[in-house]
C-alpha cells in the first residue's frame, strides 16, 4: 500500500517524461512541415521511446515502493486482501493464548525469517505493545525485540490448521497458510505435553492518530534442534546459559559410548560437567569432564577448563549438577563434541544469585535429618 506522498512524487515524475516526450513529438512534426524527413523521424522515435521510458519507470517506482512500504491496518471487509484469509479476524472468534512452558531451541542453528501475516486487522494489539515507546508514534516508527510465541488455533473458521502468533501477550497475527501447514502438527505435538514453540523475533510498528502500520517476523528454527535426544539426570540440576562453541577434546577414548548417540547431520544432547582430577604421568591436574547419561565422552582442555570450571564449581557447591547443551556430529571414524555454555566471566550476576546459597553438607557424625 502507498500513501499520497509516493503517489504523488511518482505523477510528478510521469508528467515530467510526457513533457519531454512532448516536446519531441512537436520537434518532429515542425521538421516533416519544413521537409526534414529524417530530423522528423529521429525527433519522432526519440519521443516515442522517451514516453514508453516514462510509463515503464513510473510503474517500478511505484511498485518498488509499495513493496517496501509498511502495511497499513484497515477494517476487515475492505478492499485489500490478504495473502490468506487465515488473517481476517472471524466474528466470534478469539484466539488462544499460549498456556504450558515455553520451548526454545536447544541448540543454535540455521532459522527461517517467517513474515507474518494479519497484522493490519489488529491495531489495538500493536497500541498496547508500543504504548510509551519512544518514535512508537512516528512514521518511522519503533521496534521490540520480543519472543514470538506459536500457538494451535484449530478452531479456526477459516481455517481448521490455522497458527496464530503472540508477542508480549498480544495476538499479533498468523502464519501464513503455506508456513501453517508445516507447523500446524508440531505445534499441536508440544500442545499434548503441555508446551509451546517461542522464537526469537522482531516487531516494527508505526501508531499514529490516523493509521497504524506493523510488521512481524519470527526466526524459527530447524525442528530437530529444538529438543535434545536423551534425558536430564535424575538429581537436581541446573542448565547453564548459552553461549558460543567450546569443543571438547578426548572423544577418541569414547568411541564406543558416542556411536551410540552421534549422527552427520549432528544430534541435540544434554551433557552433564563435573570438576575431576586427571591423573597424568607425572602430575594431577583439574579438569572438566562431560558426560552423556552418567558415561564419559571427553574432557575440556586446560584452556577451556580455566573458562568454564569455576561455573561448574559454583552449581556443584549447591548441591546442582550443571547441564550444558550439547551437540555429537560425525560417523564411526570420528565424532566431535561441542558445548555451547557461557565463560564464567560472561555470566550475567542476577542468574548467579538466582541459583541460591551454597548447599550445608551434614556433619558426619550427624545422620542428616529426615522430613516425615
Keep these: 500500500m502507498t500513501d499520497g506522498k509516493t503517489q504523488n512524487g511518482t505523477g510528478c515524475i510521469s508528467l515530467a517524461f510526457l513533457g519531454i516526450a512532448a516536446l519531441l513529438l512537436l520537434g518532429a512534426c515542425g521538421n516533416a512541415v519544413a521537409d526534414n524527413v529524417g530530423g522528423a523521424i529521429g525527433l519522432g522515435i526519440g519521443g516515442v521511446l522517451t514516453l514508453a521510458a516514462g510509463v515503464v519507470f513510473a510503474g517500478r517506482w511505484g511498485a518498488s515502493r509499495e513493496a517496501i512500504e509498511p502495511t497499513g491496518i484497515v477494517p476487515p471487509g475492505s478492499a485489500v486482501k490478504e495473502s490468506t484469509t487465515t488473517s481476517r479476524p472471524a466474528e466470534g472468534h478469539q484466539p488462544k493464548p499460549p498456556v504450558g512452558h ?32 519512544p518514535q512508537a508514534t512516528s512514521y518511522e516508527g519503533a521496534e521490540l525485540d520480543l519472543p514470538a510465541a506459536l500457538v494451535a488455533d484449530f478452531q479456526n473458521p477459516h481455517d481448521s490448521r490455522a497458527v496464530a502468533v503472540w508477542v508480549g501477550g498480544q495476538h499479533v497475527g498468523f502464519l501464513a497458510r503455506e508456513y501453517a501447514a508445516v507447523w500446524a502438527p508440531r505445534v499441536a505435538s508440544l500442545a499434548e505435553r503441555g508446551e509451546y514453540f517461542e522464537f526469537p523475533a522482531r516487531t516494527w510498528a508505526s501508531v499514529r492518530r490516523d493509521r497504524t502500520s506493523a510488521r512481524v517476523s519470527v526466526w524459527a528454527s530447524d525442528p530437530a534442534l529444538m529438543r535434545p535426544c536423551n534425558s536430564f539426570p535424575s538429581e537436581p540440576f541446573t542448565v547453564l546459559p548459552r553461549g558460543s562453541a567450546v569443543q571438547v577434546t578426548r572423544e577418541e577414548d569414547h ?8 549422527t552427520v547431520e549432528g544430534t541435540p544432547l544434554i551433557a552433564t560437567l563435573h570438576n575431576v582430577k586427571e591423573v597424568r604421568p607425572r602430575s594431577t591436574v583439574d579438569a572438566i569432564e562431560v558426560r552423556l547419561d552418567g558415561q564419559r565422552v571427553g574432557i575440556l582442555s586446560p584452556t ?14 549447591r548441591h546442582r549438577v550443571p547441564v550444558a547443551r550439547a551437540v555429537a556430529k560425525g560417523n564411526a571414524l570420528k565424532i566431535d563434541v561441542v558445548l555451547y555454555v557461557q565463560k564464567a566471566q560472561e555470566v550475567d550476576e542476577s542468574w548467579l544469585e538466582g541459583i541460591g546459597p551454597v548447599a550445608s553438607t551434614p556433619s558426619p557424625s550427624e545422620p542428616p535429618s529426615i522430613d516425615d
Excluded: C, H
Design 102 to 133: 515455553p520451548l526454545e531451541p536447544w541448540l543454535p542453528g540455521t532459522t527461517e525469517r517467517i513474515e507474518i501475516v494479519g497484522e493490519r486487522y489488529r491495531p489495538a494489539s500493536f497500541e498496547v505493545l508500543f504504548k510509551g515507546v
Design 304 to 317: 577451556q577448563t580455566a573458562n568454564v570450571g569455576p561455573l561448574v564449581q559454583y552449581l556443584e557447591e
Design 255 to 262: 568411541m564406543d559410548v558416542l556411536t551410540k548417540y552421534a
